[in-house]
């Protein structure tokens, strides 16, 4: 075992570890976007709304998203929406946390007890404004910790990343495998990078929440 | 013209029909006690009022404006007609303040500056202006059904509802909603209520509205209706409810 070879290529695990979390971070608010307007549409009235987003919850969960990120990059570019690497990953993963997002907003939205509502529109307050300021403060605190674990599911799936030549953190590590040979070392090395991001996001979350979620939870 | 007046009002839910032809009309300064059996459709009643549910066939009218789910104004005419539920439903992620000055902060009722002496003046009429900065969960039942009450007073409504307000309570912290609601009555409120507290109904109503079946069976001034009532179901759930 030996980690030497490894350190001249700092830079690159660093830039890649970027990549990574870059990737992670879009996809995740671009997916939380499409999350909670799908929730919206899914418990609104316009029914041919709730079949498009039902059967976009229902594909995108049931493929392999190492294949969503494959169609987004090698076949979209044939209906003229050519992306680089980086860009059609963000799309992919974005719609692929958007799609598990949208059913745990939903449940979220779904635990705000009915009267809660109607005291919002006794106080003559619009729908726009209850939705706002009534149902969906609790609602995001109820799906929270939903949304961070599979939040930390999408940071360990953009390694899927590499398969279309994104420069993300499991891609530098292939790269510099093959230049070194080192094949424990090197994934030893990125596997802790990935722990390491993981856990800080967890404690990331959980300050996040406390400043968030003030309130006291029902006794 | 009466503030609130019911016409003839049905309402069915799935094959219940719950209103089968409800008629009434109360005055402004009124206070109007409406008491029967559950089931009697007196909740449904007082929801249909505001809006909450609507009518099958008759009409209400509120200040002499037809009231129903999809009318124009129907944010504008909930600004004037308060309701108090039994849960409170106060909003547990804001603090008593906020869920007072929410409302007349988003319709546009009084500007920023004006709204923490607007929460403590409601406050102060429900007598809690100490619980000011407090969460509702902290609170104690009563204490959170006199918050909803001061939200509801923040709107300076024309007419209040209150829909079985003190059934969640434990019997101790009745009283104090009571109490609050007794004065809102001296200070000229309209007030229709739903209430098993007959007590309440006697002393403070001007007239008792005893519904049965679906129907208005038989109304009057609360100390003739209590000492006589007309019809043998009156009668028994007076018997009952002492």
Known sequence: ?219 | MALVEIRDVHKTFGKVEVLKGVSLDVEEGEIVTIIGRSGSGKSTLLRCINALESVDTGEIRVEGQKVHAKMPDLKKFRQRVGIVFQAFNLFPHLKVERNITLAPLLTGRIDKAKARALAEDVLTRVGLADKIDAWPEQLSGGQQQRVAIARCLAMAPHLMLFDEVTSALDPELVGEVLKVMEAMAKQGMTMILVTHEMGFARNVANRIVFMHQGRVWEQGPPAKLFANPETPELASFIASAK
Request: charged share 15%; proline share 5%.
């Open chain 1, 1 to 219: 075992m030996n980690f030497l070879p490894l350190w001249r290529y700092q830079n690159q695990l660093i830039d890649g570890a970027i990549v990574t979390l870059e990737l992670t971070v879009i996809s995740a608010l671009a997916g939380l976007v499409i999350g909670i307007a799908g929730a919206v549409a899914l418990k609104g009235r316009i029914t041919p709304l709730r079949w498009l987003v039902r059967g976009y919850i229902e594909l995108f969960r049931n493929t392999p998203s190492l294949i969503q990120i494959f169609i987004v990059f090698f076949v979209l570019p044939s209906f003229g929406l050519k992306l680089p690497a980086f860009e059609a990953a963000c799309v992919a993963l974005s719609l692929y946390f958007g799609a598990y997002s949208v059913e745990i907003i939903r449940a979220g939205l779904d635990s705000i007890p009915r009267s809660q509502i109607e005291a919002g529109q006794c106080l003559g307050l619009s729908g726009w404004q209850v939705f706002r300021h009534i149902i969906l403060p609790p609602a995001l605190r109820n799906a929270y910790p939903a949304v961070t674990s599979q939040f930390v599911l999408l940071l360990l799936g953009t390694s899927l990343a590499s398969q279309v030549a994104t420069d993300e953190l499991f891609h530098v590590a292939g790269f510099i495998e093959s230049r070194t040979y080192r094949s424990f070392e090197v994934y030893a090395v990125i596997c802790a990078v990935y722990f390491a991001m993981a856990m800080s996001f967890k404690a990331l979350f959980a300050i996040i929440s406390l400043a968030a979620f003030r309130w006291p939870r029902r006794r």
